[in-house]
């Protein structure tokens, strides 16, 4: 396409689509942008909009690590909003949309590694409980309402999306007091413990 660029007042090339009508609305939205830079009617947030979701998440990461958290929650938050963006595959900020991430975590299962007694999310097993739906959401929630804080986009698009009442939630694993038999077993393992590291060759 070859549009004229008022902000610079010469005529531009720029590879366009395939669709010709896809290419003449690209010329049509590039000269409009630029006549409105040319009038100093820019808005902040146009860059932003069109910079990748991927972009953005470094920064939010960078701004908890700076309020001292501990390394390993900022890392798991990571964790939880790149899982929700590679399985809702937006790719842009404005796309994530309630409706999606609600269902992306209602499909979340639980597996198990095999050399780890660790549960992990993924895509097979068993649904992931309640609390941990809600952790899921809790994080993306905070990754939205930053971008708002900081410009990055107008409207949290996922201001709708609500937590299930801790009241309303499944405890996957009730917590019991230990029973005696299972004290002595813990103090017997506690003690035996430092000989077992001791004798143990990895």
């Not at 070859?2 to 531009?12: H, I, P, S």
């Not at 941990?132 to 930053?146: I, L, Q």
Request: net charge positive.
């Amino acid at each position: 396409v070859c549009w004229f660029d008022a902000e610079r007042g010469e005529w531009r090339n720029r590879t366009a689509y395939t669709d010709k009508e896809s290419s003449i609305e690209l010329g049509r939205r590039l000269e409009r942008e630029a006549a409105r830079r040319a009038e100093g009617l820019t808005d902040p947030m146009d860059a932003h909009r069109r910079r990748p979701i991927d972009q953005h998440l470094p920064d939010f990461i960078a701004k908890v690590n700076a309020g001292q958290r501990d390394a390993r929650y900022a890392q798991q938050l990571e964790n939880r909003i790149r899982r929700i963006i590679d399985g809702t595959k937006v790719e842009r900020l404005h796309e994530l949309d309630p409706v999606h991430v609600e269902r992306f975590l209602s499909e979340l299962r639980v597996t198990r590694k095999p050399s780890s007694k660790k549960a992990e999310p993924g895509s097979a097993g068993r649904a992931v409980s309640g609390i941990t739906r809600n952790e899921y959401m809790g994080s993306v929630k905070a990754f939205t309402k930053w971008a708002v804080e900081a410009r990055r986009i107008e409207v949290d698009p996922l201001a709708s999306l609500k937590r299930t009442e801790r009241k309303a939630l499944t405890t996957a694993h009730p917590r019991r007091a230990l029973r005696t038999d299972e004290v002595a077993q813990l103090l017997d393992a506690a003690e035996r413990r430092p000989l077992v590291e001791l004798l143990t060759i990895r």
